[in-house]
């Protein structure tokens, strides 16, 4: 594994191009484009090991699953994954 870098993203890509989709890339970029707030998952970081550091550049700050939920009871769409 290179240092920084987390398989999953690999396999995402790979999923993604294998399934004639976006690589998760260009869908965060799209995301962005359309104003869209994301939130990482603090315990699924911490679970896997994840530092900010290692993620997408220009995310929100990781958040858990009582903070998102707060935070989406104020907007019209939400979506938690």
Same mark, same amino acid.
């Given at each position: 594994?290179?240092?920084?870098?987390?398989?999953?993203?690999? @396999? @995402? =890509?790979?999923?993604?191009?294998?399934?004639?989709?976006?690589?998760?890339?260009? /869908?965060?970029?799209? &995301?962005?484009?359309?104003?869209?707030?994301?939130?990482? &998952?603090?315990?699924?970081?911490?679970?896997?090991?994840?530092?900010?550091?290692? @993620?997408?550049?220009? /995310?929100?700050?990781? *958040?858990?699953?009582?903070?998102?939920? *707060? =935070? @989406?009871?104020?907007?019209?769409?939400?979506?938690?994954?």
């Amino acid at each position: 594994m290179l240092p920084g870098v987390w398989p999953g993203a690999w @396999m @995402m =890509r790979k999923v993604a191009e294998k399934n004639k989709l976006l690589p998760p890339e260009d /869908l965060f970029d799209i &995301c962005k484009e359309m104003g869209v707030n994301l939130w990482p &998952c603090q315990m699924t970081m911490d679970l896997l090991g994840i530092s900010p550091e290692q @993620m997408v550049p220009n /995310l929100g700050s990781p *958040a858990g699953a009582a903070t998102a939920l *707060a =935070r @989406m009871s104020k907007s019209k769409i939400n979506l938690f994954i």
